[in-house]
């Protein structure tokens, strides 16, 4: 319970805070941030995360065609993909996230995935090992990685 109170006041403290209306003037909540990608991906996660994912995915997909270099915007498109278990799409967004960011290990761990998925394994074997070599942090992601070297082995 304390942890869900808790949990409520970070959001309400992180919630984007409406202008008054106290007799501001328009010209200044014309001064306010101009809508960003950044800004709209965050919208779209958000979206995702409520009642209407399937809002939050159609913005977000918009937002990687007008945006195809933008990192976050593919890599969280790729994350969905592979949540349903779209394998073709894992590859296309994170083969994408490895053109942006080259150092992205994750990226190897994720084309990995789905290259077993889609019983690719000499591919996945590649990827998979070049991202337990890369990676050193995410501890829950190698285990994974190794879980399924050991099973094409």
Do not use: C
């Not at 403290?13 to 101009?34: I, K, R, T, V, Y």
């Not at 709209?40 to 809002?55: F, G, K, N, V, Y």
């Not at 337990?132 to 082995?153: F, G, H, S």
């Amino acid at each position: 319970m304390i942890g869900l109170t808790g949990a409520i006041v970070v959001l309400l403290f992180l919630a984007p805070h409406q202008p008054s209306s106290d007799g501001l003037s328009s010209e200044s909540s014309q001064m306010s941030e101009p809508p960003t990608v950044e800004n709209d991906i965050d919208s779209a996660l958000a979206i995702i995360a409520s009642e209407a994912p399937m809002q939050g995915i159609l913005l977000l997909r918009k937002i990687t065609e007008e945006n195809p270099t933008n990192f976050r915007a593919q890599y969280n498109m790729g994350k969905f993909s592979a949540q349903t278990s779209q394998w073709d799409k894992v590859i296309e967004r994170f083969e994408a996230v490895m053109e942006i960011d080259p150092s992205f290990s994750e990226s190897h761990y994720w084309i990995g995935l789905a290259r077993f998925n889609l019983g690719e394994i000499d591919q996945a074997k590649n990827h998979l090992q070049q991202f337990v070599a890369d990676e050193q942090d995410n501890t829950q992601l190698r285990d994974d990685a190794v879980r399924m070297l050991n099973q094409i082995k």
